[in-house]
């Protein structure tokens, strides 16, 4: 077989083609699935089909019986799953120093291990080679857009944003705000916090690829005041690129509740300390919710802020268990996210496995339909990025993920045995992990011929896509 081409720049347009067309099987949503294994008038599957990109945008997908003509340049992906890269909207780029660590709860967790992992983020340089070491591993794993925590340190999230343009990637992250209760090395100030933002937003919000998010890490990290001042900044930018993100953590613990009481006991619950600060609305992302009540899910669908679904997480540390239907019932948006490194695998199929097994304990049952579309299209409406993000409609970033239905002779005889799709997309959802990605394109860009080799014993030669012949 004749090797691939040369991998053009991550953030440029392919030199020699502008046109590209992927020949697999095509997967993408174009609706909400719902929860029912029968979903077929909501997804679009194309075995060996063609997604046509052209100039890093999705021009069209095709079913095999229409090739694009000679003009375009093909690669041959035949027998793989083509599908959207994964959105995570709730992940923490210095936790991969302590994804793993045993034996605590989430309070005890944050300070055996968190704190002291963030702290070494003040140097510039750990920033750094941190944020590069974090983006990588993402799009190894199959994810291409992300909402990211950085640490307090300014330089941790600029270097976020510096790596994440040079690799062309759907970026949302900022500082974070702590003005109490943590460690001194940890500890900004209203003042000083609210200078960092502005700059930060300043000069990344909005860019290329880019957005800000407000960061406050909890309500129990951050005095009244530092609370108005985030409430502030989302209002002073309303107007700008869409408004600012605000991230943050939400009753995922009932240590943690019991404590956000104590520090505010004027407010009717852990939710509503949020509220009365501004800090919810439609680009308001929060995770866990596990010990939310009535009101506060109503409050959630008012305002439109969501909650990101943390299963794994959840389970690792002992949290609780997340109801997705009551949320559901209550018009409360919800996606899945890995919040590693309270989760143990950046890899939003673990997220999807660990998920069903949370509903299940609940008597729920999540299809994989409604698992792919949440990390996929769902996420990316929920983010306000659909027209972006998360598809393959006509004029989409061409942001693809390229996935081995089975890695190892035990996935391959489940697929085998599948007498459905949705029945072998759940099995491949169930048993599959990073080791099933074969190639990822940011923006029609493959940017790491490195992950298409990652599966042991096999000859890169043999892996790659292949030229077809016109």
């Known amino acids: 077989m004749s090797s691939p ?16 067309a992927l020949c697999g099987d095509i997967l993408h949503f174009l609706r909400d699935p719902g929860w029912s294994e029968d979903a077929a008038d909501a997804v679009q599957f194309e075995p060996d089909g063609w997604l046509l990109i052209e100039h890093g945008r999705v021009h069209a997908v095709h079913p095999a019986d229409d090739p694009p003509d000679a003009s375009w340049a093909r690669q041959d992906w035949r027998g793989r799953l083509i599908m959207p ?51 990588h591993a993402l799009l190894a794993h199959g994810t291409t857009s992300a909402l990211v925590y950085a640490t307090v340190h300014k330089t ?7 790596v994440g343009q040079r690799l062309g990637m759907r970026l949302i992250t900022g500082k974070v705000l702590m003005d109490r209760n943590c460690p001194d090395d940890l500890r900004d100030d209203v003042e000083q916090a609210e200078r960092d933002c502005v700059d930060l937003i ?31 900044l ?22 943690e509740v019991r404590w956000v009481a104590e520090l505010f006991p ?27 009540d009535d009101a506060d899910r109503a409050l959630l669908a008012q305002t439109g802020a969501q909650i990101a679904f943390c299963p794994s997480s959840n389970l690792f540390l002992g949290s609780g268990l997340f109801d997705w239907g009551r949320a559901r019932a209550a018009g409360v948006r919800v996606t899945p996210a890995s919040d590693v490194g309270g989760g143990t695998s950046l890899c939003a199929l673990r997220t999807l496995a660990d998920g069903y097994k949370v509903l299940a304990l609940q008597g729920q049952r999540l299809p994989a339909w409604q698992a792919l579309y949440a990390v996929t299209l769902g996420a990316a409406q929920a983010l ?59 923006r029609g860009c493959r940017i790491s011929a490195a992950v298409a080799h990652r599966h042991a014993g096999a000859a890169p030669g043999h892996l790659g896509p292949q030229p077809i012949a016109p």
């Open 85 to 135: 890269g994964f959105i995570d909207p709730h992940v923490h780029a210095p936790q991969l120093d302590v994804i793993a660590s045993f034996g605590a709860a989430l309070l005890d967790w944050l300070e055996r291990y968190t704190f002291p992992a963030e702290a070494r983020y003040a140097d510039p340089e750990q920033s750094r080679l941190g944020a590069e070491r974090f983006l």
């Open 266 to 292: 004027e407010s009717r619950s852990y939710l509503d300390v949020y509220a009365a600060h501004g800090l919810l609305g439609a680009r308001s992302v929060l995770a866990h919710g596990i010990w939310l």
């Open 156 to 162: 941790s999230a600029e270097a976020l944003f510096e």
């Open 202 to 232: 300043e000069r990344w919000h909005g860019v290329d690829r880019l957005a800000y998010a407000v960061t406050p890490r909890f309500a129990a990290t951050s005095s009244p005041a530092q609370l108005a001042m985030a409430g502030r």
């Open 384 to 442: 306000g990025l659909a027209h972006e993000i998360g598809h393959f409609a006509a004029g989409t970033l061409a942001d693809v993920v390229v996935w081995r239905w089975a890695d190892g002779p035990v996935q391959q005889r489940r697929q085998d045995m599948a007498r459905s799709l949705h029945e072998r997309l759940f099995a491949w959802m169930s048993l599959a992990d990073e080791r099933n990605v074969a190639a990822v394109y940011l």
């Open 5 to 20: 081409a040369a991998t053009p720049r991550p953030n440029q347009p392919h030199a020699s083609n502008p046109r590209l």
């Open 234 to 255: 989302l209002d002073a930018y309303r107007d700008r690129d869409g408004g600012l993100y605000m991230q943050t953590h939400v009753a995922e613990n009932r240590d």
